[in-house]
């Protein structure tokens, strides 16, 4: 068995582990970036122990390229990448950056990523540096220039604090949402979107929407639709976290705004769990970028947990999101091979997924434990 930095960049592998989800266990080899079930030569084993083999994690909410004050250089950005692979998050959908990180397609040791474009806001309703902020009447030009911009994702926000109300209200009238997300259909983009409060995901379900972030208003009356039409809830659970630290700084001057968003949180359990037991696909992403650091997929993962179930939190961090976003969902002959090497297994404790002995991207080693 190899192990340790000797194996960085290794590229004709051999290992033997419990492969998940399936439990099965077998031995594999990689070679050419794909997965193979019949011997290689010249391999190097890995493992030939008992170890387990899980599909690479998705963070399927973050942010490449951006934190607090807006757009940063391309070295911070690679920074936020080398971060989400080190903990086996090997492919990312970006929720919406104001940098321009196409240019992580090229590199063949940074995680695959799938772009939204920059967040579309309205003027003085958002984070300042963030998105593209346009009044309703531009909207659906500037989804068009936003699919463009992507990798088949566009990225609304649907709600912000309305300092003349005090409270969250939509950022977009339903109609017009709608006539956006059409658009974005016809380009072939999905569309997802930022939204806490009850009525805009409403509006926005009704509307067509494809995708919805955070999401603690989801009503009882909206989980069956969502769940008909399977429009996708990624909670982001770690970044809930901090809605008590949001209602601390507008409780002053926006004291229903406080009150709002608390009373969000506190049935965030109840409010997914029924989402989940009805059927709503929900997948795991950390929200990094912004205001959280990348490479805490681990934790969102058992986050999760509290609603999902230990395997349908792994699910939601791995193969299941992997096949949501349209890529190989499992180890098998001619997958990519992108897999993250455990030494216990997950299924038991998602404490493993702190610490992965080994992260295999496009077939080689790019770190080792």
């Given at each position: 068995?190899?192990g340790?930095?000797d194996?960085?960049?290794?590229?004709?592998l051999?290992?033997r582990?419990?492969?998940?989800?399936?439990?099965?266990e077998?031995d594999?080899?990689?070679?050419?970036?794909?997965?193979?079930?019949?011997?290689?030569r010249?391999?190097?084993?890995l493992?030939?122990?008992?170890?387990?083999?899980?599909p690479g994690?998705?963070d399927?909410?973050?942010h490449i390229?951006?934190?607090?004050?807006g757009?940063v250089?391309?070295e911070?950005?690679?920074?936020?990448?080398?971060?989400?692979?080190?903990?086996?998050?090997l492919?990312?959908?970006?929720?919406g950056?104001?940098a321009?990180?196409?240019?992580?397609?090229?590199r063949?040791d940074?995680?695959r990523?799938?772009r939204?474009?920059?967040?579309?806001?309205?003027?003085?309703?958002?984070?300042r540096n963030?998105?593209?902020?346009?009044?309703p009447?531009?909207?659906?030009a500037?989804?068009?220039?936003?699919?463009?911009?992507?990798?088949?994702?566009?990225k609304?926000v649907?709600?912000?604090?309305?300092?003349?109300?005090?409270?969250?209200t939509p950022l977009?009238?339903i109609?017009?949402?709608?006539?956006?997300?059409?658009?974005?259909?016809?380009?072939g983009a999905?569309v997802t979107?930022h939204?806490f409060g009850?009525q805009?995901?409403?509006e926005?379900?009704?509307?067509?929407?494809?995708?919805?972030?955070?999401?603690t208003?989801?009503?009882?009356?909206?989980i069956g639709?969502?769940?008909e039409?399977?429009?996708?809830?990624?909670?982001?659970?770690?970044?809930?976290?901090?809605f008590?630290?949001?209602?601390?700084a507008?409780?002053a001057?926006?004291?229903r705004?406080a009150?709002?968003?608390?009373?969000?949180?506190?049935?965030?359990?109840?409010?997914?769990g029924?989402a989940?037991?009805?059927?709503?696909?929900?997948y795991?992403?950390?929200?990094?970028?912004g205001?959280l650091?990348?490479?805490?997929?681990?934790q969102?993962?058992?986050a999760l947990?509290?609603?999902l179930?230990?395997?349908?939190?792994?699910?939601?961090?791995?193969?299941?999101?992997?096949?949501?976003l349209?890529?190989?969902?499992?180890?098998?002959?001619?997958?990519?091979?992108?897999?993250?090497?455990?030494?216990?297994d997950?299924?038991?404790?998602?404490?493993?997924?702190?610490?992965?002995?080994?992260?295999?991207?496009?077939?080689?080693?790019?770190e080792?434990a």
């Amino acid at each position: 068995m190899s192990g340790g930095s000797d194996v960085l960049g290794a590229d004709r592998l051999h290992l033997r582990g419990v492969l998940l989800p399936d439990g099965d266990e077998r031995d594999l080899w990689v070679v050419d970036g794909l997965v193979r079930l019949e011997p290689v030569r010249e391999a190097i084993t890995l493992t030939d122990l008992s170890s387990f083999l899980l599909p690479g994690l998705v963070d399927a909410h973050c942010h490449i390229g951006l934190e607090s004050q807006g757009a940063v250089p391309y070295e911070i950005a690679e920074q936020h990448a080398l971060a989400e692979r080190a903990a086996g998050a090997l492919l990312l959908r970006d929720a919406g950056s104001p940098a321009d990180t196409r240019w992580v397609h090229d590199r063949e040791d940074l995680p695959r990523l799938i772009r939204a474009g920059r967040h579309i806001a309205r003027p003085k309703r958002y984070l300042r540096n963030y998105g593209a902020e346009v009044e309703p009447d531009q909207l659906v030009a500037e989804v068009e220039r936003q699919a463009g911009r992507g990798d088949g994702w566009v990225k609304l926000v649907g709600d912000w604090i309305d300092r003349e109300v005090g409270d969250l209200t939509p950022l977009w009238p339903i109609e017009t949402a709608r006539a956006a997300i059409a658009r974005a259909h016809e380009l072939g983009a999905r569309v997802t979107a930022h939204v806490f409060g009850e009525q805009a995901v409403a509006e926005l379900v009704e509307a067509g929407i494809d995708g919805i972030e955070h999401g603690t208003g989801i009503s009882s009356d909206l989980i069956g639709l969502m769940a008909e039409r399977q429009v996708a809830l990624v909670p982001t659970m770690l970044q809930l976290d901090n809605f008590e630290q949001y209602a601390q700084a507008g409780e002053a001057r926006f004291p229903r705004y406080a009150a709002h968003i608390r009373a969000l949180y506190a049935r965030r359990l109840d409010t997914f769990g029924a989402a989940h037991d009805a059927g709503v696909p929900i997948y795991a992403g950390t929200d990094a970028g912004g205001y959280l650091p990348h490479g805490l997929v681990a934790q969102e993962i058992a986050a999760l947990a509290q609603v999902l179930g230990v395997e349908g939190a792994l699910a939601a961090g791995s193969w299941s999101a992997r096949r949501w976003l349209g890529h190989a969902d499992v180890l098998d002959d001619g997958a990519p091979a992108d897999f993250v090497v455990l030494d216990t297994d997950p299924r038991t404790d998602l404490a493993a997924l702190r610490s992965p002995r080994f992260v295999v991207l496009r077939g080689r080693v790019v770190e080792t434990a």
